[in-house]
């Protein structure tokens, strides 16, 4: 989720990029529009034992080491592999509410992950966008520093001219000038969520299968008081790697709704 602060950071950064773009889509999708939560199966084997702290959050205290180990996953501490390369393929929906209610966004996601020793890359696709084409965003962390590369104008982004984004090359800066470290990247905060007013509650823990590999499944619910906001969550996590292999989240508040699905690609 985009919503979580570490490598969710990078995600949050690329969502911004669609929802600006957004704003130049004057064309409406039904609002009615959703994804929905894959439904996947559960086997009677226990979990391993990696989950228990998400086990025993389920309906009960404990959201924040859950959280917490949740994300050390999702950010690619794996196992069984001195590297890391993941590949997802997928799809978001946003809409607002209000006045933006015109305001629609379906494109289809490409993410990738790579990781060997110190040195990671996080690179995000999303294509089918209106007048501005697709936007490629892409965190390179080397020996030589990290940098945020994109062909999208991104000082443009910053002052807010949205119809400035278009770039027909690939730029790059140092990831210090958009007020993050690699640091922060790789460390999970849980007080990250309180500073967007975010409630998390775990409500299912259960192995699962997903495309022939076996994964725990986790899935939850997420609020926001604040902004009448409400969500759900979902994942199932290689028993293998601890990857995620498929990744689900959908939320609502004042501001709109937005609708998330990955799926692992080979």
């Known amino acids: 989720m985009g919503m979580i602060g570490g490598t969710g950071r990078i995600v949050a950064l690329g969502i911004i990029i669609i929802i600006a773009v957004a704003v130049v889509a004057d064309y ?8 929905n939560q894959p439904a996947m199966p559960s086997l009677t084997s226990a979990v391993p034992p990696e989950f228990s702290a998400i086990s025993s ?18 950010q690619g501490f794996g196992r069984n592999s001195s590297n890391v390369s993941v590949h997802y393929n997928g799809i978001f929906y946003g809409h607002l509410s209000g006045f933006g209610s015109v305001i629609s966004l379906d494109t289809p996601l490409y993410i990738n992950y790579t990781r060997s020793g110190g040195n990671f890359s996080f690179s995000f696709n999303a294509s089918g966008l209106p007048l501005i084409g697709p936007i ?15 062909n999208a104008n991104l000082t443009a982004l910053e002052g807010m001219n949205i119809l400035g984004m278009k770039s027909k090359t690939v730029s790059c800066r140092q990831a210090s000038k958009y007020g993050f470290s690699v640091q922060q990247l790789q460390h999970f905060n849980y007080s990250d969520l309180a500073g967007y007013g975010l409630t998390v ?20 619910n997420v609020g926001q008081p604040s902004k ?25 508040n004042t501001q709109g709704s937005m609708y998330l699905l990955l799926n692992e690609t080979n």
């Open 57 to 74: 959050a389920v309906n009960s205290s404990g959201t924040r080491n859950a959280t917490e180990t949740l994300a050390a996953m999702v």
């Open 201 to 220: 509650n775990y409500t299912s823990v259960h192995q699962s299968t997903y495309d022939g590999q076996n994964c725990t499944y986790i899935s939850g």
């Open 28 to 35: 409406a999708i039904n609002n009615s529009k959703s994804i």
């Open 228 to 252: 009448s906001g409400a969500g759900k969550f979902s994942m199932c996590i290689s028993d293998y790697t601890l990857m995620p292999l498929t990744v689900y989240a959908s939320f609502k």
């Open 136 to 150: 490629f965003l892409k965190l390179v962390n080397s020996s030589s520093g990290a940098e945020v590369c994109s």
